[in-house]
């Protein structure tokens, strides 16, 4: 397990999934994730999921617990993991919306990318963000992500377009970032 300030990453446990199945059924959570999540998503879905990841090598996700009580709140990995390249590209949400704009994100995501510098020796984490997520981009921005571009308009999502950030952080940024204490100072 990692330990950030208020979350620890743990691993996905089965007895997890129906609670992610209720959150990406849930359009306010969804909305924000990549297209490609089916709508009326089902128990038995999530549990193919489950039972492939063990099988997929380029990707490593994580649960996100709260550490005051230990309860889970949603997820975070690193996909397409290139170990040769040392790249990946981040994932996160945060399902249970009690917990929305309370600085669990953030923390999540300085707790993943410290787990992918410092143990996994990447060198580029990057990510894609909607234009619509304002709350997601402050929060990659505080862990340490920059603006690397934007793909103008190229999501169509509820009758409208949209652009897509793309944002990264390096581990010489990384490391700029980090305080005596090893943790990020931003």
């Known amino acids: 397990m990692w330990l950030g300030e208020k979350i620890e990453l743990g691993p996905v446990q089965r007895e997890y999934l129906p609670k992610y199945v209720e959150w990406l059924n849930d359009w306010e959570v969804s909305r924000f994730l990549k297209p490609g999540i089916p709508r009326g998503l089902t128990l038995e879905d999530e549990i193919a999921w489950f039972e492939q990841r063990g099988k997929d090598n380029s990707s490593l996700v994580f649960a996100i617990l709260t550490l005051a009580d230990n309860k889970l709140i949603g997820n975070c990995g690193l996909h397409h993991l290139d170990l040769k390249n040392r790249t990946a590209i981040f994932g996160i949400f945060i399902g249970d919306k009690d917990y929305w704009g309370k600085g ?73 970032l980090r305080g005596d204490s090893g943790r990020a100072v931003i």
């Open 104 to 176: 669990y994100g953030t923390d999540s995501t300085r707790t993943l990318l410290r787990y992918a510098f410092e143990q996994l020796g990447l060198n580029r984490v990057e990510l894609e963000v909607y234009d619509y997520n304002p709350r997601a981009v402050r929060a990659y921005e505080k862990a340490g992500f920059r603006r690397d571009g934007v793909r103008r308009q190229a999501l169509y999502r509820d009758g409208e377009f949209y652009d897509i950030y793309l944002m990264g952080i390096l581990r010489a940024d990384w490391e700029r």
